[in-house]
């Protein structure tokens, strides 16, 4: 009979936890999401043994937009923008990526996550933009810059992360981890990605070489993101135009009128 040592069940409790946190929660899908859904193109895509989930609505001739949810999140959660961007005449693709929403997979990470852009590439084309939301916009950014993804006309960011190793203390937080179990969980990252990797997954350092007109959009009182990171981004990006919103939390952008209008205005100009 074996015997679990406080190390042995220490790791153990590591291994979890690291498991957990790879695992992205389920985003619930809205009446209203569901029935924009309904009225697109619903169809997979094979991305090496995975399926993902794809939706597209409009004429594939017009100029294409693709939407880039966030973690936890689902191309549902972006649907709001689907009919301001038909009426103002772009073809419209949104995808789950994996291990989100209706896509294969159980556990992901952004080294996984972003050549799924390039699975949109080679099936749609070139892209005259990509509106992203929260971790969303560091895989567009990563895409761009370390992927060599070809850039769109236009960018547009939501809520946007920065820091990638942020979302360490801001897990621990949510899940009220003790420090031990945190540093384990640090050491098995840098262990299974190499810590010069992933200290150099930043925002606010990609978009210095991101040479595309941008338009981000923060609220003040976002409790997922905090506003702080989009400021530091905004502060090193040249080409965008930052806004701070009031009320709208992590989400309420995606679903907000005025937002869709300053967004089609944009992509317009």
Do not use: C
């Not at 190390?7 to 209203?32: D, G, H, L, R, W």
């Amino acid at each position: 009979m074996s015997v679990l040592t406080p190390a042995s069940e220490s790791q153990a409790m590591v291994k979890k936890v690291y498991k957990v946190f790879f695992t992205p929660n389920k985003y619930e899908i809205k009446p209203s999401d569901e029935e924009i859904l309904k009225s697109g193109n619903n169809f997979k895509v094979k991305y090496d043994a995975l399926e993902l989930a794809v939706t597209t609505w409009g004429d594939e001739s017009h100029p294409k937009v693709l939407l880039m949810h966030g973690w936890g999140g689902a191309r549902a959660q972006m649907t709001g923008f689907v009919n301001p961007l038909l009426q103002a005449g772009y073809f419209v693709v949104a995808y789950d990526q994996p291990a989100h929403g209706e896509s294969d997979g159980k556990q992901t990470n952004i080294l996984e996550i972003s050549p799924t852009m390039d699975v949109m590439l080679n099936r749609f084309g070139k892209l005259d933009a990509i509106l992203a939301h929260s971790f969303g916009t560091l895989i567009t950014s990563y895409a761009l810059v370390k992927r060599n993804f070809p850039p769109p006309s236009k960018l547009v960011y939501f809520g946007a992360f920065n820091r990638l190793l942020d979302v360490l203390p801001r897990f621990q937080a949510i899940a009220k981890l003790p420090d031990e179990l945190l540093d384990g969980l640090r050491d098995m990252f840098f262990e299974n990605f190499g810590k010069d990797l992933l200290d150099s997954i930043v925002n606010e350092d990609y978009v210095r070489e991101i040479n595309i007109p941008s338009l981000m959009f923060h609220d003040r009182s976002d409790e997922v993101t905090p506003v702080e990171d989009s400021r530091a981004i905004a502060n090193a990006w040249t080409h965008a135009q930052y806004v701070e919103t009031n009320g709208l939390g992590h989400r309420g952008a995606l679903q907000s009128k005025d937002i869709h209008e300053q967004v089609v205005k944009f992509l317009k100009s």
